[in-house]
């Protein structure tokens, strides 16, 4: 009864204030998360509904069009405006918005401090590796490198180091981990994301990383349901089709959602895919003509699937609403009410929220349906559902939009003992994929090595971490570098023999490559005449030796440059750099600085022939011991 009484008076409170509910109303509403739930969206206007099924960015905010974009990293009046005029349920930050440790804490502060009643979800994507947000965090070395590495316990490691930085900030929801089988070495937009394209390693170690995330109150969303992996294009370009059939699908894709949502998953990300094989419905674009129905948009996948057959009673999210496989197909409002019937509880980034035009664009898209709403039954009930599911989840996940402490943060985000475990892991995750008895390679007392990549910055890394090695091992190297296209084919005889005269080592990182022919294959079979030893380092994707012949001597790190593929901000991915260079050499006692364990998690095979040149488990060890 008396518990009964605080939820009424509770309840009246929420009914007649406007303010934030504070933690102590909150934890009130906690003791029966369920009928709170069902009492607070009972008294929500149309407006609350639809707002808390909204996760919007605010990467730029910039009313006088200038030239360049002017980046939010401090909330304004405009901002707060929006979230609580909107009555939103959650934002989502960039790297952009991310500056340093104090100003992430101060920026999330105050956009929790503009909500309306509920505690806002503030979102990200720190998959680690390829995809990083924070400019002041601790990366991780990406989920491919977990795959190479084999131990879920590097992988609950991973979680809980990445859990604890995001708490420490004010974060409560994290876009991860990535639950893609990589099943297509072509695939553009997933790659070294996935962690294998083996289901049982995928499950073990997504598994491990939603526990170790979990420690920190983080709620975790798996991508991209139904499976991301086996395309040949990029959804953030493009609208791509699986050709999969179901039985394949069932086999490969659909087990490692299986196994994460039996092991704790709070939420699912959808994928801007079509999958004929789960769902063959037509749908017509913007341009009158007919498509396939994207996942995300499908009711067949994400009400038939994963509700009615997988019994997921967690929030299902969509993938960005701005990315081109929506928005160069279907109408906005169009999109986000049949991604809504289609089942779908949260829709991220249906406007991107960076000038006033978008206001409009968003007031249109509540009016259209509050209007859709009133004449269609099915979609009201969607929309009360789904709140109803986001407040629920607010509840029983203590979201409760206390600020962060600054003070607090800073101990913990980047820290020493965060930072060292970063290298530690990404040390077991080196993996040698070739090795004609040129690693470890032995540093005489004065070395000249030749570094070729194709961005700058990349090679002055790689410089810098050179001649920390040089130090350590008591010898002097002369770096020299220089910036090629690995990809392409563009240097002459003269120039490569110029580059490369004179030269101990060539150090040649490639990074995607895509073609046989280009200059990475001049450069290998140039310093072949000339009796010059060549290491590939393939930087990014494990795949680039597929596409040269005559290597000697090749190592997989999984990344080396993370990517905010939304808008092209790249940071070097410097733990997997360093760890990678490490592996190359020997010390003063002849033993290798790091010893390489990493296994490949993937088939690597030939892009012609399909036959598999590098299987599953391959990674040599300095004792020529291929483990399998």
Do not use: C
């Amino acid at each position: 009864m008396k518990k009964s009484i605080l939820l009424f008076i509770s309840l009246l409170h929420f009914q007649l204030a406007a303010a934030p509910l504070t933690p102590q109303e909150l934890e009130k509403l906690r003791y029966n998360p369920e009928q709170s739930a069902e009492y607070i969206v009972a008294g929500m206007s149309q407006t609350e509904k639809i707002g808390q099924l909204m996760i919007l960015d605010f990467r730029y905010w910039d009313i006088f069009r200038s030239p360049v974009p002017v980046p939010v990293i401090n909330i304004n009046n405009d901002i707060k405006n929006i979230i609580f005029h909107y009555r939103l349920g959650g934002v989502v930050l960039f790297r952009e918005n991310l500056i340093d440790t104090h100003q992430t804490v101060q920026l999330i502060n105050d956009i929790q401090s503009s909500r309306y009643k509920l505690p806002l979800f503030i979102s990200t994507d720190q998959e680690g590796g390829y995809i990083t947000r924070l400019r002041v965090g601790t990366e991780m070395p990406g989920n491919m490198a977990l795959g190479a590495a084999r131990d879920p316990e590097l992988a609950k490691l991973t979680g809980d180091i990445h859990g604890s930085e995001l708490s420490a900030l004010g974060f409560n929801m994290n876009f991860g981990p990535v639950a893609d089988i990589n099943n297509n070495q072509n695939n553009p937009v997933i790659g070294v994301r996935a962690y294998s394209d083996r289901k049982e390693l995928t499950e073990i170690l997504s598994a491990a990383y939603i526990r170790g995330i979990h420690q920190h109150g983080i709620i975790t969303a798996l991508k991209h349901f139904p499976g991301h992996g086996n395309v040949s294009a990029d959804s953030h370009v493009a609208l791509p089709v699986v050709t999969s059939d179901e039985k394949s699908w069932r086999q490969t894709e659909l087990p490692p959602f299986t196994y994460a949502l039996q092991h704790g998953a709070d939420a699912v990300m959808t994928a801007h895919i079509i999958v004929p094989a789960l769902d063959d419905t037509k749908i017509i674009t913007r341009d009158g003509s007919e498509a396939g129905t994207p996942a995300t948009l499908s009711k067949p996948i994400l009400t038939g699937i994963l509700r009615d057959e997988l019994h997921f009673q967690g929030l299902i999210i969509t993938d960005a609403m701005d990315m081109k496989a929506i928005t160069d197909n279907f109408n906005l409002n169009f999109a986000v009410e049949r991604a809504l019937t289609a089942g779908a509880d949260i829709i991220l980034m249906p406007v991107k929220m960076w000038d006033e035009d978008a206001v409009k664009r968003l007031d249109s898209l509540y009016r259209y349906l509050d209007e859709q709403a009133q004449k269609n039954p099915e979609l009201q009930q969607r929309i009360d559902e789904s709140a109803r599911r986001v407040v629920l989840m607010k509840l029983n996940k203590a979201i409760s939009g206390s600020a962060a402490d600054p003070l607090i943060a800073q101990h913990i985000v980047a820290s020493e003992q965060h930072k060292n475990q970063e290298n530690y892991v990404s040390e077991q995750a080196v993996t040698v994929i070739k090795n004609d008895g040129i690693l470890p390679y032995h540093l005489k007392q004065n070395n000249r090595i030749l570094v070729i990549s194709d961005e700058h910055p990349r090679n002055q890394l790689i410089k810098k971490h050179l001649d920390d090695i040089a130090r350590e091992t008591e010898t002097h190297i002369h770096v020299s570098t220089q910036k090629i296209k690995t990809d392409k084919k563009r240097l002459s005889e003269k120039k490569i023999n110029s580059m490369i005269s004179g030269q101990d080592l060539i150090l040649l990182v490639t990074y995607n490559l895509k073609n046989r022919n280009t200059d990475a294959q001049f450069i290998i079979d140039s310093a072949d005449s000339a009796g010059i030893s060549v290491i590939v380092i393939s930087a990014r994707d494990p795949y680039d030796i597929a596409y040269l012949s005559n290597v000697k001597a090749n190592i997989a790190i999984y990344g080396i440059t993370g990517f905010d593929i939304t808008n092209g901000q790249r940071n070097a991915l410097e733990t997997n750099i360093r760890s990678g260079l490490r592996t190359l050499f020997s010390g003063k006692n002849s033993e290798p600085l790091n010893s390489p364990a990493g296994r490949l998690p993937v088939d690597i095979k030939d892009p012609e022939s399909g036959i598999v040149l590098y299987p599953y488990g391959t990674g040599e060890t300095y004792d020529r011991q291929n483990t399998q």
